[in-house]
């Protein structure tokens, strides 16, 4: 299965609505589709869980949602703290998971 | 605390082994998947593949298949990926971490480990 992220990059001031989507070759369902956010130099955190349950500890202004081929990320007001690179992943075909091609947030 | 360490940076000559590891700590470690992500400089995430400390059950990514080893120590609650024969194209950061579930996501990850290969 491809995930194809869009966009591949955006600019962005703090304050900011911004949204991430990411498209699969083929239905996923609803429980399958993960969001992290990777800062430069460190490794990637686990922000949405299956589509849209938010891990602890995760702020409320990110949120997730979708089903089938098509999931969106939300970031509500951006704040300084999220500015990074945000991947997809389905795992709806494991061993044959796989990971969009990362979106990058920038001031 | 959940935790996950992985060992030091290598520099290595290409078609030389390697084995790099994982220890889990604050954790029943048996009982969650552990799975190997790659990070190729300046590239995205790569799913290599992963283990299941229990029963050493493990599922490799078709495209590391043959290319590598996943195992376990469940005596010091560690995951290792291995190579017989590493090429430059094997340099990369790689990552461990845990799933709380098949197909779930990572939850816990490891700070990465980077390889890098060179003559």
Not at chain 1, 7 to 19: I, N
Not at chain 1, 32 to 45: D, E, I, M, R, S
Not at chain 2, 70 to 95: C, E, H, M, P, R
């Amino acid at each position: 299965i491809q995930m194809t992220q869009s966009p591949s990059s955006l600019s962005a001031s703090v304050g900011d609505r911004v949204t991430i989507t990411c498209r699969a070759s083929q239905d996923i369902g609803s429980r399958y589709l993960h969001w992290y956010q990777q800062k430069a130099g460190k490794a990637p955190k686990l922000l949405i869980n299956a589509a849209s349950s938010l891990q602890a500890g995760v702020p409320l202004r990110f949120r997730g949602s979708g089903s089938g081929k098509n999931f969106t990320l939300t970031i509500t007001s951006l704040q300084p703290e999220d500015f990074a690179t945000y991947y997809c992943h389905q795992s709806e075909t494991t061993p044959l998971d796989t990971f969009g091609q990362g979106t990058k947030v920038v001031i | 605390e959940v935790q996950l360490v992985q060992s030091g940076a290598e520099v290595k000559k290409p078609g030389e082994s390697l084995k790099i590891s994982c220890r889990a700590s604050g954790y029943q470690f048996l009982n969650y998947w552990i799975g190997w992500v790659r990070q190729m400089p300046g590239k995205g995430l790569e799913w290599m593949g992963i283990i299941y400390p229990s029963d050493s059950d493990t599922r490799y990514g078709p495209a590391f298949q043959g290319q590598v080893t996943i195992s376990v120590d469940k005596s010091i609650n560690t995951a290792f990926l291995q190579w017989s024969g590493l090429k430059a194209s094997d340099t990369a950061i790689y990552f461990c971490a845990r799933l709380p579930s098949l197909r779930s996501g990572f939850d816990y990850w490891g700070q990465g480990a980077l390889v890098s290969v060179s003559s």
